[in-house]
């Protein structure tokens, strides 16, 4: 069933590679082609709703691309110290093990990897002093959404808002 044959599909040989994935708490290979189907779905109707199946389609996803930058920096064709977990698969436990969660700045740079954008994250939790910038980038040529993080909550989202609208 998982071995690779003329019409096995990318998802197939990417999670034969990744045989850890295989016992994904609760996912099976159906289920995950299933869930980021409805994920690619979403993206194309903007009065759904997001669910639990487009939250675990996302972290396949993260960790799918975790499993390319891991061959990558094996292979040497990037020197970011930014990955710095062993394997896809400590990815995968941090992402299902409750409690567990991805350190930032690993976050944030398969995010941009897989949404094919750059991320500036202004951080102005000291408010008396100016914040601080990170920037994650997929590419240089890529669009930048920004995020501001303000206290302890979550980063959101900033959105431009023209002032002449109609």
Not at 11 to 36: H, V, Y
Not at 75 to 88: I, Q, T
């Amino acid at each position: 069933m998982f071995g690779a044959t003329p019409k096995s599909t990318r998802l197939e040989n990417a999670i034969l590679e990744c045989d850890f994935m295989r016992k994904w708490p609760g996912l099976s290979m159906e289920t995950m082609r299933q869930e980021l189907k409805q994920l690619f779905d979403l993206s194309s109707n903007s009065c759904s709703t997001i669910s639990d199946s487009h939250t675990r389609a996302f972290e396949v996803m993260l960790v799918l691309e975790a499993k390319r930058a891991y061959d990558e920096r094996l292979a040497g064709l990037f020197c970011g110290d930014w990955f710095n977990v062993d394997s896809p698969r400590d990815v995968m436990t941090n992402l299902t093990e409750p409690g567990r969660y991805l350190e930032p700045t690993l976050m944030w740079n398969l995010i941009s990897r897989i949404s094919a954008v750059s991320i500036d994250l202004l951080d102005c939790r000291q408010l008396s002093e100016a914040p601080e910038v990170y920037r994650f980038s997929s590419s240089k040529n890529s669009p930048t959404i920004t995020w501001l993080q303000l206290g302890a909550t979550s980063p959101l989202p900033l959105f431009y808002i023209p002032d002449d609208i109609e």
